[in-house]
């Protein structure tokens, strides 16, 4: 056994062994830092979680709103609001925030997600699942990606790090065959522009999964206001983009 996130965060390991997709190989920073990748297994703490995610690369204070727009290369155009609820639930005995994602094309809701984190005492957000439902036409046509930390083998991930470094990886979910994403921390003195405005010493990490191997990603965190860009640089062409931000009061 070591440790993951310091004293708070006892962790057994199970060899996930090999390497991660996209070239990436699991491992950390030149700090001490070691957070969880690939399948292995985490046991977390309840006591050690809290529901006030205030990460400055992503707080989430209930009643927090993001506007995104993602254009695609066939011309399609999203619109996808995240919502921070005041909402709470109990996942793998970790009281976690709910947090509602909502996508839709002209007009029309295509993906309805409740993702669930909670912030141990370091400062790591975990991400401990979500429950997603696909739509057409008004009808549920798929729940694929569903997943539930504790539950048929899933592992709580990291959605962002306390204290990024460059080269940090980690795993930011898993459960096996349905959700195994990945990422890297590459740098924190990005420059971005979006349409909500400038951003300067932005995190960016390159984002990956084997069950989609040809696909890789950047995504961007701008202190004080969470993502802000997504872009896909292989296996795609979707640019995603905050247009509006309003920080909530709770």
């Known amino acids: 056994m070591r440790p993951i996130c310091s004293l708070l965060v006892a962790v057994a390991l199970a060899g996930a062994g090999g390497c991660a997709s996209g070239g990436d190989e699991a491992g950390t920073g030149s700090g001490e830092q070691s957070l969880p990748t690939d399948g292995e297994t985490v046991a977390l703490d309840p006591a050690a979680f809290t529901t006030q995610v205030d990460n400055?690369?992503?707080?989430?204070?209930?009643?927090s709103r993001w506007v995104y727009r993602e254009r695609a290369g066939d011309g399609s155009v999203q619109r996808v609001v995240v919502t921070v609820?005041?909402?709470?639930?109990?996942v793998a005995g970790i009281e976690a925030l709910v947090v509602h994602d909502v996508a839709s094309e002209e007009g029309e809701v295509i993906e309805d997600t409740f993702d669930w984190y909670a912030q141990d005492a370091d400062g790591n957000i975990w991400y401990l699942g979500e429950d997603t439902k696909e739509y057409e036409n008004g009808k549920v046509v798929s729940t694929e990606g569903s997943w539930e930390a504790g539950i048929d083998g899933a592992q709580a991930g990291i959605a962002l790090p306390a204290h990024p470094e460059v080269g940090l990886a980690?795993?930011?979910?898993?459960?096996?065959g349905q959700a195994e994403d990945e990422a890297r921390v590459l740098s924190l003195d990005e420059?971005?522009?979006?349409?909500f405005g400038d951003f300067?010493?932005?995190l960016m990490t390159r984002d990956w999964t084997p069950l989609e191997p040809r696909v890789l990603e950047?995504?961007?965190?701008?202190?004080?206001?969470g993502p802000v860009l997504a872009l896909t640089i292989s296996g795609g062409d979707e640019r995603e983009e905050l247009v509006a931000y309003t920080e909530g009061a709770g």
């Open 218 to 225: 950047h995504k961007f965190y701008a202190k004080g206001v």
């Open 200 to 202: 300067r010493d932005v």
């Open 170 to 176: 980690y795993r930011q979910e898993y459960s096996a």
């Open 56 to 63: 400055p690369y992503w707080p989430m204070r209930p009643g």
């Open 191 to 195: 420059l971005v522009t979006v349409p």
């Open 85 to 90: 609820t005041d909402r709470a639930k109990a």
